[in-house]
């Protein structure tokens, strides 16, 4: 299977406690992006790496969260002393970006619930 | 004012019916749009790109795209009850980033 890929797909945890996921994009694919989603919305955009570079981050997004790209390839999100409003569906999906454009391919998606 | 803005339904046709869904954006030098189709409780997939003024058709889809307007529209053709799905928008604003609509919840009825 070639496509993106995350894990876990879905998490329970405690208000308080920090969650981690991860994302494999598509091998040739340089950009990398996260989204949250929330029922009844469209994705929210998170941030997105190209390469191993972060190159923005939402504004919205609370200290608390956190990305990396290490080596270029695959990427954790990070999200401490989680609360009940982060429950979401998190959305990992990777582009090939050039010519200033590039479709975009989801992976499954890592589902969080926080009690 | 949202970067992109969708109706976000229900719209609901009858089975073989054209289903038209609709989108407008705001940043008037955007240059590419797509379409996703998200199935209830999984991830977007992605239908269809357009890049220039005018129509793009690929089986049952047709995309068309009105820069002067900052319109992009999506119609399906011969509607099938496996096309009930929500409809994403998104569009890349020169800072080249995804944005997305809100979707489109679409209900095929057979």
């Known amino acids: 299977d070639t496509g993106v890929s995350q894990d876990p797909r879905h998490k329970i945890t405690k208000r308080g406690q920090n969650v981690t996921f991860r994302c494999d994009p598509i091998?040739?694919?340089?950009?990398l992006y996260w989204y949250r989603q929330t029922l009844g919305q469209g994705p929210e955009f998170l941030t997105y790496?190209?390469?191993?570079?972060?190159?923005?981050k939402s504004r919205l997004l609370s200290d608390r969260f956190s990305a990396e790209r290490p080596k270029g390839s695959f990427s954790t999100l990070e999200i401490q002393r989680t609360e009940q409003g982060d429950s979401a569906m998190y959305l990992c999906?990777?582009?090939?970006?050039?010519?200033?454009?590039?479709?975009?391919?989801f992976g499954e998606g890592s589902r969080l619930t926080v009690l | 004012q949202k970067e992109v803005e969708q109706n976000s339904g229900p719209l609901s046709v009858p089975e073989g019916a054209i289903a038209s869904l609709n989108c407008t954006y705001s940043?008037?030098?955007?240059?590419?749009f797509f379409w996703y189709r998200q199935y209830s409780g999984k991830s977007p997939e992605l239908i269809m790109s357009?890049?220039?003024?005018g129509d793009k058709e690929d089986g049952r889809f047709t995309a068309q795209l009105n820069k002067a307007s900052q319109y992009v529209s999506l119609l399906i053709r011969d509607s099938q009850p496996s096309d009930s799905a929500t409809y994403l928008c998104?569009?890349?604003?020169?800072?080249?980033?995804?944005?997305f609509g809100t979707g489109t919840s679409l209900t095929v009825i057979p």
């Open positions: 940043d008037r030098v955007s240059q590419s």
């Open positions: 357009i890049y220039s003024n």
């Open positions: 091998s040739e694919h340089n950009r």
């Open positions: 998104a569009v890349i604003p020169p800072h080249n980033q995804f944005y």
């Open positions: 790496f190209q390469n191993e570079a972060q190159l923005e």
């Open positions: 999906a990777s582009s090939f970006w050039a010519s200033l454009t590039g479709e975009l391919f």
